[in-house]
């Protein structure tokens, strides 16, 4: 019963994806499998933070729709995500899942009860935090017009003004919705151990946590954004551009990662951070 379960709501991720448009024909195969195997997981805390982490994003993704179609000529109808998109954003917290399953699986009433699942469970929840704290909700929060934009960290050492849209551009409102990203999953997390784990106590830390998390999760991505992941504007457009042509000028960074592998080694860089600390720190 449970696999048919994990299975009939790993299928309705995927076609809800294809329909609001959220995901590609590509991207909803990742999503059931990312799916198939957090659902799997004998902790319902997994799979809670798994779905939060879905709907919120794709909510976020078609907010203000009309608007991030003026920010960069790559953008697509509702997201789009394809399965290399959902692999950078996911791979981490799915590997974590499955070795919490390995290790754990039927033996926990509480994940929580043992320091190596406690360990797994910090790294599970600063991934998402990072990935629900992306700082890019900023470009469709606050109104901005060129130049608005600072980044946080330049090779030359200094803050600057960016187009909006660019890669590692931040400001003070997209650092709080990052905070606020990271909240929704410690408060996910928390409401599923008490209540469907059967935890004894509310764990109230993993809200801080996440928050950090999320906080500390944008900035690195922020930072990779602005140094290894170019940045060009369209005078033409006046957009944030992938193409270099004679219209294009660099904004910054260098032509060494993509996005997707940006916010890959910015989540997976975070889980392990926050996952160590948090264990040393907490416990």
């Known amino acids: 019963m449970h696999i048919l379960i994990t299975v009939i709501i790993s299928l309705a991720l995927a076609f809800h994806g294809l329909r609001k448009k959220s995901l590609a024909k590509s991207g909803a195969l990742g999503a059931f499998l990312v799916g198939i195997i957090t659902l799997s997981n004998d902790q319902l805390a997994f799979t809670v933070v798994l779905l939060v982490f879905y709907f919120t994003g794709s909510r976020l993704t078609k907010y203000k ?36 399953q390995y290790y754990y699986g039927g033996q926990l009433k509480c994940l929580l009860d043992d320091h190596g699942s406690r360990l797994l469970f910090w790294m599970y929840i600063g991934h998402y935090s990072t990935c629900n704290g992306d700082t890019r909700i900023i470009d469709v929060l606050e109104p901005q017009n060129y130049g608005s934009e600072k980044l946080l960290f330049c090779l030359y050492q200094h803050l600057m003004q960016v187009p909006p849209g660019t890669n590692g551009g931040v400001s003070p409102l997209g650092l709080l919705a990052s905070v606020l990203g990271g909240f929704i999953i410690g408060a996910s997390a928390v409401i599923s151990i008490y209540f469907a784990d059967g935890c004894n106590r509310l764990y109230i830390e993993l809200i801080p946590v996440a928050s950090i998390a999320g906080l500390i999760g944008s900035i690195i991505d922020s930072i990779l954004g602005a140094t290894v992941q170019i940045s060009l504007y369209s005078e033409k457009s006046r957009m944030i551009s992938n193409s270099k042509t004679e219209e294009t000028k660099l904004v910054s960074g260098y032509d060494l990662l993509d996005n997707n592998q940006v916010n890959f080694v910015s989540s997976l860089t975070t889980a392990l951070l926050i996952g160590f600390v948090a264990d040393y720190i907490i416990g």
């Open 65 to 100: 729709a009309e608007r991030k179609k003026k920010l960069g000529e790559a953008y697509q109808e509702g997201g789009q995500r394809t399965a290399m998109q959902v692999a950078c954003n996911a791979l981490t917290g799915t590997i974590i899942c499955i070795i919490h």
